[in-house]
């Protein structure tokens, strides 16, 4: 649930950010964002920490290459 919102919220911001610095490097920062994000959640040890990781934080990467 909390990924889906991340999701909706961030895609205005990455349309915007794409616009202005270009398909290619946005993708490729999301590409390290989402790679990040499942590394850290090798390392949870609660759900809660792992809502956060994927939740949020991949959720803003997948945000970033759903656009392409």
């Not at 349309?15 to 610095?21: N, T």
Request: avoid cysteine; hydrophobic fraction near 50%.
């Amino acid at each position: 649930f909390v990924s889906y919102i991340v999701f909706a919220i961030s895609q205005p911001y990455v349309g915007r950010l794409i616009d202005k610095y270009g398909i290619r490097y946005i993708l490729s920062f999301s590409i390290l964002v989402i790679g990040f994000s499942t590394l850290l959640t090798y390392f949870t040890t609660n759900p809660v920490q792992l809502m956060i990781i994927y939740g949020v934080i991949a959720s803003v990467g997948f945000g970033g290459a759903s656009n392409v």
